[in-house]
């Protein structure tokens, strides 16, 4: 697969993210079927501005520190189910798309 296809599985598969719910940055590797953690979030920080970006987090649940509590107040909006202020609770916020891993182009 080359980067622009790679890009655009990447940001297809955040933009169905629902709103209030969340995926990991490994969550969303899987999901494409392709790349790890780092290439997810490589690919979020130069391509995804255009998608909600807020609705990919770590791991643990934190949020992205580069974006001023922005993360923080969309997920707040969304009524997104939080451990802390800066914190998602995974157990109940974690989202997976319905057709499973490689599923993710549409």
Known sequence: MD???YVERVLVM??????GRVMSYGDVAEAVGV???RQVGRVM???GGAVPWWRV???DGGLPL???GRALAQHRAEGTPLRSPERVDMELA???PPDGPGGGTG
Request: net charge negative.
């Open 14 to 19: 955040v933009e169905r993210i629902p709103p």
């Open 45 to 47: 920080s130069l391509e």
């Open 3 to 5: 980067r622009e296809e």
């Open 57 to 59: 987090v770590r791991a």
């Open 94 to 96: 974690r989202w997976w």
């Open 66 to 68: 580069c974006h001023d």
């Open 35 to 37: 790349g790890g953690p």
